[in-house]
């Protein structure tokens, strides 16, 4: 058969003929497609065939291997669905039905998924060639710290060593197996040629290029190229940002995918003497962090949406920050016509934050409704009147308040079925500034894991700069005065966050230090913070975790995201003042 046209006009490397046929025994040659795909967790047919369509691209584009990622069959994590026997049958079913179709002489696959070799469960790749499975490997180093559990479900495998693939040796391994030298170098010793990495790497700002660091370092040790391939796509907490990459053995980088978008590339292998070569591409330029940032944001919130199949979202927008920075990347993730916001007046509420909640909708162009809450407040404390009578207003009656506002909504997506958005930003949740079954109603949060500080500096970011991608508008999404005034919930006269809490860059500050970096108090203190005011920070940070464990999940941004990332107890008597 005639190789198929080369779209980006390299010369044809020999589709569907046996390697040996063209290069002898030994390939001088190889075109190796990466496939940087959104699986959808638990679809295992639907992943079998995002593999299929990408394999019929790198077939076109003249590929003598398809490389997915880690677990591409079923997504990662797939948590405790693996303890479910019919679950692993099903995607090794799905494995093999990919390995008989590589018949047809295209390319071969690297699958991730499940392997049961005898007791042990492993998360282990597939290399399917000729019609067949041609190897397996079990990852070696299972993480099971942050975020990951790993060990919880799967058995470590013996270190790999490299597959024979047409005639080159690939050392291919599983994501953490890369981010420690031994397994590289183990490969190398056993005459890898290639270092290939497939990886469900999680989202952090600036992680994309730490990776590319910590890579160096396993060229530089082994001297061999290295492939790095992610998934993108977000996974109830998590996101997986892609940002694939390829370094030659001089290590500098041959190749970059783009970040938070799905894409398959070809890239093109030369044997010298001294090793393979990658042809180089040119590199995308680096995306800042706030860009990085958003783009998480969008991503972890569309999959949860989209994925779970909910219509749209709705949210009460207060004229406040947080709720218009949510709606703007909602609109921005989802676009205009899926983003329903409430303004939900009450005799607290200013005109000021009226007229800014409206504003807001006006520029995301989202449809606004206003129903106030007074009816629902007078009610409460007519009912409650018998019960509290001679006890004075306290914030029983402010969170009567945001249960209103929480009930409301909920009645709205009940009624509509669209997905409630909650708006608490990290600052907030730390402290417990939100109110149980009001605010913090809702099933998905985008600020959960940014620092009000942060809130205030993205949303300054995005009246300036329109992210690709985005379905929001290409100007302002709020007026500046929503970013300049003093932060307030409103729920009783005059009130600012202010008054219960410390500034926001001296709490952000604090916490930074207690829940990203483990500080002490006595350590906080000698970075310069006020002794009284970190030991209040710290109690009311231990005392919320009951709050934190009821709240949404929520778009992991930084080091220690609140969930699977930071697991405090509940019931928990340490103070940290133990002299
Ligand atoms: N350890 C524990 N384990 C399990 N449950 C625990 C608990 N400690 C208290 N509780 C329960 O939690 C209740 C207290 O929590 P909760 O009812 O939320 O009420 P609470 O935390 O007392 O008040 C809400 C706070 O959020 C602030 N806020 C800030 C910004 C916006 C909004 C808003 O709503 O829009 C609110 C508001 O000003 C107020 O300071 C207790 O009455 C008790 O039922
Ligand atoms: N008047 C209101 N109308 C609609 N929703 C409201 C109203 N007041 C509060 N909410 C909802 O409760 C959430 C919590 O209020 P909070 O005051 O903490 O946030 P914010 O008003 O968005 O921002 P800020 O913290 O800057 O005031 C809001 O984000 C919003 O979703
Ligand atoms: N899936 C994995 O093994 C991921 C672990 C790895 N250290 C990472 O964060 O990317």
Redesign the pocket.
């Known amino acids: 058969m005639t190789p198929a046209p080369d779209p980006a006009g390299r010369p044809a490397l020999g589709l569907f003929q046996p390697a040996s046929a063209l290069y002898g025994s030994v390939m001088d040659q190889i075109r190796i497609a990466l496939a940087q795909i959104n699986p959808h967790q638990g679809q295992i047919l639907a992943n079998a065939d995002r593999i299929r369509a990408a394999r019929a691209r790198a077939a076109m584009e003249g590929a003598h291997l398809l490389v997915t990622p880690e677990f591409s069959i079923a997504g990662y994590p797939p948590e405790d669905l693996v303890l479910k026997p019919a679950f692993v049958a099903d995607c090794v079913k799905a494995i093999e039905a990919l390995a008989a179709e590589t018949a047809d002489g295209g390319p071969g696959l690297v699958v991730g998924g499940p392997w049961r070799d005898g007791e042990s469960l492993h998360n282990a790749l597939y290399v399917l060639d000729g019609g067949r499975i041609i190897a397996r490997r079990a990852k070696h180093e299972l993480p099971n710290y942050g975020v990951f559990d790993d060990k919880r479900t799967f058995v470590p495998g013996p270190a790999p060593g490299p597959v024979a693939f047409r005639g080159v040796r690939l050392g291919l391994m599983i994501c953490e197996d890369w981010w420690f030298p031994h397994v590289s170098e183990t490969l190398a010793e056993s005459g890898a040629e290639i270092l290939i990495a497939i990886n469900g790497s999680p989202f952090e700002v600036n992680k994309p290029y730490d990776r590319v660091d910590l890579a160096v370092a396993r060229v530089v040790e082994t001297g061999l190229p290295f492939v790095f391939l992610n998934q993108v796509c977000g996974q109830d907490e998590l996101v997986f940002d892609g940002g694939s990459f390829g370094l030659n053995a001089d290590r500098s980088l041959a190749f970059r995918l783009p970040l938070f978008e799905e894409a398959v590339a070809t890239t093109d292998w030369t044997r010298r003497n001294a090793g393979w070569i990658c042809a180089p591409s040119a590199i995308p330029p680096q995306m800042p962090p706030l860009e990085q940032t958003w783009r998480a944001m969008m991503l972890g919130l569309a999959d949860y949406v989209n994925k779970n199949r909910f219509p749209g979202v709705v949210?009460?927008?207060?004229?406040?920050?947080?709720?218009?920075i949510?709606a703007a990347c909602a609109v921005d993730a989802l676009g205009p016509d899926r983003v329903r916001a409430?303004?939900?007046?009450?005799p607290y509420?200013s005109a000021e934050?009226l007229e800014d909640?409206a504003a807001c909708a006006g520029l995301l162009g989202i449809a606004y409704d206003s129903i106030g809450i007074g009816p629902a407040m007078a009610a409460f404390g007519a009912m409650l009147a018998p019960v509290f009578e001679g006890r004075q207003a306290d914030t029983t009656e402010e969170n009567i308040q945001?249960r209103a506002?929480g009930l409301t909504l909920m009645a709205l997506s009940n009624k509509f079925g669209d997905m409630l958005l909650?708006?608490?930003?990290k600052s907030?949740m730390s402290v417990g500034?939100?109110t149980l079954y009001?605010?913090m109603c809702g099933g998905y949060s985008v600020l959960k894991d940014l620092y009000?500080t942060r809130v205030f500096a993205l949303s300054r970011w995005r009246n300036e700069v329109f992210p690709e991608g985005a379905r929001g508008p290409r100007g302002p999404v709020m007026p500046l005065r929503v970013i300049e005034k003093p932060?307030?919930?409103?729920l009783k006269p005059g009130q600012t966050?202010q008054d219960s809490l410390p500034p926001y860059d001296i709490l952000d500050s604090i916490l930074e230090g207690l829940v990203e970096r483990e500080r002490d108090v006595d350590g906080l203190v000698a970075e310069g913070h006020d002794r009284a005011t970190v030991v209040r920070v710290w109690k009311m940070l231990d005392r919320a975790e009951y709050k934190r464990r009821q709240a949404p999940p929520g778009v992991k941004l930084g080091t220690r995201a609140f969930g699977r990332d930071r697991r405090y107890p509940l019931t928990n008597g340490y103070t940290g003042l133990i002299a």
């Open positions: 949210l009460g927008l207060s004229g406040g920050i947080d709720s218009a949510t409430v303004m939900m007046p009450s509420t934050s909640a945001s506002r909650t708006t608490g930003n907030e500034y939100a009001g605010d009000k932060p307030s919930a409103e966050d």
